[in-house]
């Protein structure tokens, strides 16, 4: 995934393919401020009475929550933005392979 120049990755409510449904904002799973790797689940939210969990698309630092627990959101909405480091630091960087 390209990084925009901020540094700050979006966090976006995907087309769930369930039309008109209402999405609600349930649970936030990771307080502002926490780091996330991606792949961890970062919000829960509810469309026609099933929770679908919403996954850091990178890793690196939940930046700001742009909505609220309860608060009603559709798809291309973003939710939340996630800060990385910028390329180029070590901790952009993969690890070392081990000796073999």
Known sequence: MDRPPSGRVPLVVPEFGLGDVPVTVSLWLVPAGAAVLAGDRVL?????????????????????????????????????EIETPPAGTAAARPAPEAPG
């Open 44 to 80: 829960e939210l509810v469309a026609g009475g099933v929770t679908i969990d919403l996954e850091a698309p990178v890793s690196g630092r939940l930046a700001t929550q742009l909505v609220d627990e309860d608060d009603a959101v559709g798809a291309g909405t973003t939710v939340a």
